[in-house]
């Protein structure tokens, strides 16, 4: 019977947790790969987790019989649902990207994933009922191992091997499983006594839980789901969004909760706090020193290990307070799924409403060490004191970045798609004033405005780079249009490439987010400048460029991943399509591939070899004294007399194919190979 219990408590956690980032990668392409799609993937998860704490809840309190034919005519029509609906139809959801998610997501997986969500604890209480014995809290622990074995499986040997729609079916198949190990087990619930009578109560008259405790079994959860979240954010926006890192913290949440509910002997406060004081101290440095650039593998670890300590102070805590009547226990659970829930609505979604700059993470410490200060309040004076300094310490550390953030900044907007600042100097001194564009930490544009540098292209798009020379030597084999260029580009930044327009020609860019185009525009002057006929297209790239006639671009620039997320959905063979399409006879194709912790060469590379297309990378060094980055672009064409040209044969070279990396499919790609554990230049 426990092995029967155990195994579909084991199996509904490991499907729960193995689909969440098959379905959140499946919205991606809509959306632009932006990071914050996978938050509002995960405040969704957290919000159907609720629901589905809540369902067993109020199962538990109905009638045995009732509470069975329910559940498995539930079950029935979620394996049904699975069979009927496809893909999550996204259309129109860059308008809306919010509840566009939660729309497609509701649609597709809604009602398996509340009855995955609800296994544990409606089962733990059918098995209590059925053995007459206390909550089995080591199912709580066994629950969260599965989830923990499908996040690692997930990056590591799901995504790799599988496309999408076999990773569906192979995924529906296991649901089958589920549903048929949940029908026995309902079906042997239908004997238990009714939930609500007085045979329910194992051991005689209750001992109620205090109302502290209740409160505090809503707000710990909701701390760690705060620090979960807040940290997914930070790490997916400065590295790149995908389900590896997206993987890595919640796996170091669902470990905490192993630990804390499986080893609770494991956990001592007075060690815990003091590691999580030296771990919000040092990440406070971190956070503070706002112009460092870290190596990943020191970022991630940081990051973790603070994770770690957060987590597992506040889910020990919980375990500490468990109520002791097995009656309570839904109603447990129920509450740390709400301060789940509350956690990252709070970061997913209040937080981009509240401010204009991402105070995400510092706030995430705050609540944390003011957690720390209320649990702690017993153990006397000396925790007190230490936890009321760092709670003032760490609301010093958020006041202190709201002033850096604001020192220099001409605007700060955030949005779905993330932070937005304009930030104005006065170095270099030639430079006479400089302003440059970030989205989160990362440089989108910069312009030198000295009488000098004005109308010179900066950053990664000097006359020297890929891009350069793409567009210096395109058509000079070309006598039509008096030599006037039609020039396409994904990502307008600051507008940089707009000065390379002259009369006659046409440069087209394609920006999904809405509020880069009036940065753009009143805070720079390459749009206003150029020489060319300037045109936009709202919304995702991809599906603006399929959904247009043929342009016959001479160059289309594809600029979308030099950091913040990588939007996978651009780099697929059916991408390349759409692109070769949009081309014009001889066309080049140039990838701007800089980037600080991905190595996308080698992808672009097979992606050209895929298309029948020749693939020359240009990597550039830095020229400081003209605001010149170093600069790593893949030019892509069959235009032999461009790759010919004495300049672009001398700066460009051939691409080492490697075994390990194939060319990506809208079904499938995998960004583990491609990561490097070093910063490679500047980003």
Not at 72 to 91: C, E, H, K, R, T
Not at 553 to 576: C, E, K, N, R
Request: contains cysteine; hydrophobic residues 50%.
């Amino acid at each position: 019977m426990r092995i029967l219990y155990g195994s579909a408590i084991f199996l509904g956690a490991f499907l729960l947790f193995a689909v969440e980032p098959m379905a959140a990668k499946q919205v991606l392409p809509a959306l632009g790969g932006s990071s914050a799609v996978w938050i509002t993937c995960l405040v969704f998860f957290q919000t159907a987790l609720l629901l589905g704490y809540l369902y067993a809840h109020w199962l538990g309190r109905l009638s045995a019989r009732g509470a069975v034919v329910l559940h498995i005519a539930l079950l029935v029509a979620a394996a049904a649902l699975l069979v009927l609906v496809g893909q999550p139809d996204l259309s129109g959801a860059a308008g809306h990207p919010l509840t566009g998610i939660f729309r497609a997501l509701s649609r597709t997986i809604g009602l398996p994933f509340l009855l995955l969500a609800a296994t544990s604890p409606l089962l733990q209480l059918w098995l209590a009922r059925e053995e007459r014995s206390g909550v089995p809290w080591k199912l709580f622990a066994l629950s969260n191992a599965g989830s923990l074995l499908a996040l690692v499986l997930y990056p590591t040997a799901i995504e790799p091997h599988l496309a999408l729609a076999a990773q569906r079916k192979a995924w529906g198949c296991g649901f089958g499983v589920y549903v048929v190990l949940c029908a026995v087990i309902a079906w042997r619930a239908r004997r238990t006594v009714d939930g609500g009578g007085e045979e329910g109560k194992l051991g005689g008259e209750e001992v109620r839980s205090s109302a502290r405790a209740r409160l505090l079994w809503f707000l710990l959860p909701a701390g760690a789901a705060i620090q979960l979240c807040a940290v997914t954010s930070h790490l997916s926006q400065n590295i790149a969004a995908i389900p590896l890192l997206w993987v890595l913290p919640l796996g170091v949440y669902l470990l905490t909760f192993i630990v804390a509910f499986e080893a609770p002997g494991f956990y001592r406060r007075w060690l815990v706090v003091r590691l999580l004081v030296l771990g919000l101290a040092s990440l406070a440095i971190m956070l503070s020193q706002t112009d460092l650039k870290w190596p990943i593998s020191i970022t991630l670890g940081f990051f973790l290990v603070e994770l770690l300590f957060a987590g597992l102070f506040c889910h020990a805590e919980i375990y500490a307070l468990r109520p002791a009547s097995p009656s309570e226990s839904t109603l447990f659970y129920l509450l740390i799924a709400a301060g789940g829930a509350a956690g990252t609505i709070f970061i997913g979604i209040v937080c981009p409403l509240l401010f204009d700059a991402n105070y995400d993470v510092a706030l995430a410490f705050l609540a944390t060490a003011a957690l720390a200060f209320v649990v702690t309040w017993q153990d006397g004076w000396a925790q007190r004191l230490l936890w009321g300094v760092g709670t003032s310490l760490l609301l010093a550390l958020t006041i202190m970045l709201h002033i850096v953030y604001a020192r220099s900044t001409l605007v700060e907007e955030r949005n779905f798609y993330g932070a937005l600042r304009v930030r104005e100097s006065h170095v270099p001194p030639q430079a006479e004033t400089v302003r440059t564009l970030l989205h989160g930490t990362i440089e989108h544009g910069t312009q030198w405005f000295g009488a000098d540098f004005r109308r010179n292209p900066t950053t990664y798009y000097a006359t020297d780079s890929g891009v350069g020379l793409a567009l210096r030597f395109c058509c000079d084999d070309r006598t039509q249009n008096n030599g006037a260029r039609n020039i396409g580009v994904v990502g307008l930044g600051a507008g940089t490439l707009a000065a390379y327009g002259k009369p006659g020609d046409r440069i087209r860019f394609y920006e999904i987010n809405p509020a880069i185009w009036p940065i753009a525009e009143h805070l720079f002057t390459y749009l206003r400048e150029s020489g060319a006929q300037i045109s936009f297209a709202d919304g995702d790239a991809r599906i603006s460029l399929a959904r247009e006639a043929p342009q016959n671009f001479d160059v289309l620039v594809i600029d979308a991943f030099s950091g913040d997320a990588i939007p996978i959905h651009l780099l697929t063979t059916q991408a390349m399509a759409v692109y070769q399409r949009q081309l014009a006879p001889g066309g080049v194709l140039a990838f701007h591939v800089s980037n600080q912790y991905l190595d996308l060469v080698p992808e672009v590379a097979a992606l050209a070899a895929a298309s029948g297309m020749a693939s020359r990378l240009v990597d550039t060094p830095p020229q400081e004294a003209r605001g010149e980055y170093r600069a790593t672009w893949v030019l892509i064409t069959n235009n032999v007399g461009f790759l010919t040209e004495p300049q672009v044969a001398a700066f460009s070279r051939e691409v080492p194919p490697r075994p390990d990396v194939r060319a990506w499919t809208d079904e499938y790609s995998s960004l583990l190979p491609l990561l490097q554990w070093r910063v490679a230049g500047r980003n």
